[in-house]
């Protein structure tokens, strides 16, 4: 049997990356940490934590993770069966991308925060958050890749649909004989971060060839992105679900009408989950299922 404390510990250390913060949080020395950490993995004879800063979990360190995770989570499941109305207390971490998170992701959150005391909900590029996965960080993840890594299983839940628009005034101004490659190098480019390759990969989708110098303004977040393009500073590719109302009320125009992009989205999750993990990723997956576009993934999907 292994020690809970030991495992509690250990979940800490990976937390933070660091023994002496995660001692803090447990209200014991650096030394100690480091002792019950050293004592699990002799008693599991194997090496659990890379000691290379920052601090990261072994392969084995990863299945020792999932499964105190998994205790915990069992743990609060049971609370609120013996005892109704009680809030599951173990942090519940999941990434997302921004843009689901604007759109069909925030009513999934707020139900599962009244149902969890700490809920964070981690926010990146599409593109990148499988890594906070792999690392342990979150328990599950939207993702643009396809392919899980071990011990995780991938599911496609829908294509999220964007539009590339602009205010009429913008259009008028930058793109009066439609979008052609000159006016494209010529206007403003509206993106999420550098990290962001959605445009680039629609210039390239509906060009057909790399378009990569043109000129570009920041603004990491769904909503001063959206609000930037509305203010004219830009023009730029917004989630359908945020484009259509607005298209709708003549406050923006699509720039390529027929030719949106679709982004393949995969809810990347445990294997062997315990059962309150596996009824969190079938309310993720159904509300996905409901608010995405639903067809086949496509030959050569963004991924």
Known sequence: MLNFLYLETYAAVVEHRHFTRAAATLNISRGAASRRVKILEESLGALL???EPPLTPTKAGEDVLR??????LLEDSLLRRVMPGSVATTALALAVNADSLATWFEPVARDLAQHHAALEIVVDDQDHTLQALARGDVKGCLSTQRRPAEGFLAE????????????????????PGGMTLPSVLRATAVLFNRKDSLHDNFLESHFGVSVAKYL?????SSTALLNAILDDLGYGLVPAMQAG???????LVALAPGHDLLIDLYWH????????????????????????DQTEPREGSHT
Request: glycine share 4%; proline share 8%.
């Open 216 to 220: 570009k303004h920041y603004f990491p």
């Open 156 to 175: 496609l839940v829908g294509q999220m649909r964007y539009q590339c628009v602009a205010t009429p005034r913008f259009a008028s101004e930058y793109f």
């Open 67 to 72: 499964y105190y995770m998994s205790v915990r």
């Open 49 to 51: 934590l890379s000691r």
């Open 245 to 251: 109302p607005l298209i709708s009320a003549g406050r």
């Open 269 to 292: 999750h445990w294997e062997l989950e315990p059962e309150p993990l596996a009824k969190i990723s079938a309310l993720v997956v159904e509300a996905a299922r409901r608010s995405l």
